[in-house]
């Protein structure tokens, strides 16, 4: 076999081994939700053509807006689209709308990152946040 070849291979092992595991070197808390809320509100309008006339649309922003507590914090947290695909929202508080389930979350800057059954990413900003006396 090429030598060339197999210094290239063992290469993009070692990328692809160092890539996973800074993936999975996130510093993870638990936090219990206590809310969820789902919601939309107006963003604007959608304009263009149309034939010889200006048609204009409303848009409006959805939002997942979820509190959580760690025992040394409470957050408000908030998820946002401008689709209209609400299937994007990860929902914590289960099936029946039961809180109080746990959640694993990490820190990635200025985001909370959650990741669902999937292992996609759900990122919310911080709306509030509240320190425990």
Request: glycine fraction near 12%; charge should be negative.
């Amino acid at each position: 076999m090429n030598r060339g070849l197999v210094q290239v291979i063992f290469g993009l092992v070692g990328l692809t081994t160092c890539a996973a595991v800074m993936e999975e070197s996130h510093q993870w808390e638990t936090a219990t939700v206590i809310s969820q809320t789902l919601g939309s509100s107006p963003m604007g309008e959608c304009s263009g053509q149309a034939g010889s006339g200006d048609v204009a649309a409303p848009t409006n922003r959805k939002s997942n807006t979820v509190g959580v507590d760690t025992g040394t914090y409470r957050y408000s947290w908030q998820e946002f689209t401008g689709g209209s695909d609400w299937h994007h929202f990860i929902v914590l508080t289960g099936h029946n709308q039961t809180v109080h389930d746990q959640v694993k979350f990490y820190r990635d800057g200025q985001w909370f990152v959650v990741l669902d059954n999937l292992g996609e990413k759900h990122k919310f900003c911080l709306l509030h946040a509240i320190k425990f006396q």
